[in-house]
T-cell receptor, first 111, second 112 residues
Framework: DAKTTQPNSMESNEEEPVHLPCNHS???????IHWYRQLPSQGPEYVIH???SNVNNRMASLAIAEDRKSSTLILHRATLRDAAVYYC????????????FGTGTRLTVIP | NAGVTQTPKFRILKIGQSMTLQCTQD?????MYWYRQDPGMGLKLIYY???????DKGEVPNGYNVSRSTTEDFPLRLELAAPSQTSVYFC???????????FGNGTRLTVT
């Protein structure tokens, strides 16, 4: 099963952009890249996902490398409410076998 | 919409007891999942289902059982509780195998 690698922790100042990296060197052609975040004492929350092209939504942007072996979640202006653990996972369209969350990146936002 | 609802929110079990964690979704999603999250760790997939009547094992299925008799419900059964099953359990659902997951707020289980 394809897995992802993320830094354990990152810090950002409030109202500055944040770039959260994710490596997925064993990604297959049918794997979608998903990002979730988990606030304290809550279930994970969907942020964004993509296959090959960069994606934008109201929460964030997702930049996917041309070879798809890495991606970056971009929060354009970090707020205190963005402090959470961010997970990058791969989803295969054929099933749920490789929904591996890992330990994610704990983002600290400094006021 | 309520989304994904899990009950109970908290539970303490004695070793060897059994219980069922309930999960219901009102989004008519085909896929449903059970995860466990140990302190400071990521989520691990226990079981999943791609539709009513179909279930399959995930990464850590030992000690658990599931059933999927309806689209809405996906209960998780612990038959003989062990301290190693102390964890937070999350249920999730999705429309397809590639669409976003919707999570419940979790059940915190302690086995002593």
């Amino acid at each position: 099963d394809a897995k992802t690698t993320q830094p354990n922790s990152m810090e950002s100042n409030e109202e500055e952009p944040v770039h959260l990296p994710c490596n997925h060197s064993t990604i297959s052609g049918t794997d979608y890249i998903h990002w979730y975040r988990q606030l304290p004492s809550q279930g994970p929350e969907y942020v964004i996902h993509g296959l090959t092209s960069n994606v934008n939504n109201r929460m964030a942007s997702l930049a996917i490398a041309e070879d798809r072996k890495s991606s970056t979640l971009i929060l354009h202006r970090a707020t205190l409410r963005d402090a959470a653990v961010y997970y990058c996972i791969l989803r295969d369209v054929t099933g749920a076998n490789n929904l591996f969350f890992g330990t994610g990146t704990r983002l600290t936002v400094i006021p | 919409n309520a989304g994904v609802t899990q009950t109970p929110k908290f539970r303490i079990l004695k070793i060897g007891q059994s219980m069922t964690l309930q999960c219901t979704q009102d989004m008519n999603h085909n896929y449903m999942y059970w995860y466990r999250q140990d302190p400071g760790m990521g989520l691990k997939l226990i079981y999943y289902s791609v539709g009513a009547g179909i279930t399959d094992k995930g990464e850590v299925p030992n000690g658990y059982n599931v059933s999927r008799s309806t689209t809405e419900d996906f209960p998780l059964r612990l038959e003989l509780a062990a301290p190693s099953q102390t964890s937070v359990y999350f249920c999730a659902s999705s429309w397809t195998g590639r669409s976003p997951l919707h999570f419940g707020n979790g059940t915190r289980l302690t086995v002593t």
